[in-house]
């Protein structure tokens, strides 16, 4: 295997910005719909400080990360972002963020809705420690993160679920409600992505 190939395979951890940003996006996407480029959307959100951060370096971190999850949309997901209801939003953010990096994809899948599945009612911070320690058996780079950064992965990760309304503040699960437009978003990848969510729709 070659060393791009391997680095290919590395998760990437950077979710640890923000929880679902769902704010973030709707924000910045009427900006990627009139410029049709992230770089430039980037450039704007930054320049103009579109969300509201404290200092420079956080309005940059901030619109970097929202950028990075936003591109991992359609441009029919991005257009239509606005005009979507709190929850949808949401669902499709959560969406956004599975796609864009694969431990938190995976872990839906093979934790939320699996639990949700088999009827375990309820995902807690065990469970996430058992499945992030599976995964550290193949991946190193999951070993060599810190003990405070391996909390704060798994503290936004919950976060994120708590604020996609997947999950309540005290774990249990959230069958997803997912509107008619959201799933038919969803329904366009293959395979598709309904799999991130607690839901029996297939």
């Not at 088999?118 to 995964?135: C, I, M, N, P, Q």
Request: proline fraction near 3%; aromatic fraction near 8%; charge should be negative.
């Amino acid at each position: 295997m070659s060393s791009d190939s391997a680095a290919a395979l590395r998760y990437a951890l950077s979710f640890t910005t923000g929880g679902l940003l769902e704010r973030e996006a709707t924000n910045l996407a009427p900006v990627y719909v009139e410029y049709r480029d992230w770089a430039n959307v980037r450039d704007v959100a930054v320049g103009q400080n579109l969300l509201k951060a404290r200092t420079h370096q956080t309005g940059v971190r901030l619109v970097r990360e929202t950028v990075q999850r936003m591109s991992a949309l359609s441009d029919h997901e991005v257009e239509i972002l606005a005009d979507l209801t709190a929850s949808e939003r949401g669902h499709l953010m959560w969406a956004a963020a599975c796609r864009r990096y694969d431990l938190v994809g995976e872990f839906a899948e093979e934790v939320l809705r699996e639990r949700y599945l088999t009827l375990a009612g309820a995902v807690s911070y065990e469970d996430y420690d058992s499945f992030y320690r599976a995964k550290a058996m193949w991946h190193d780079e999951l070993d060599a993160v810190s003990p405070a950064t391996y909390k704060k992965l798994r503290q936004v990760l919950f976060k994120m679920m708590v604020e996609a309304e997947l999950l309540t503040p005290q774990g249990a699960i959230e069958p997803a409600l997912l509107s008619a437009r959201v799933t038919d978003c969803l329904a366009q990848r293959t395979p598709s992505d309904i799999r991130f969510f607690p839901t029996r729709v297939a």
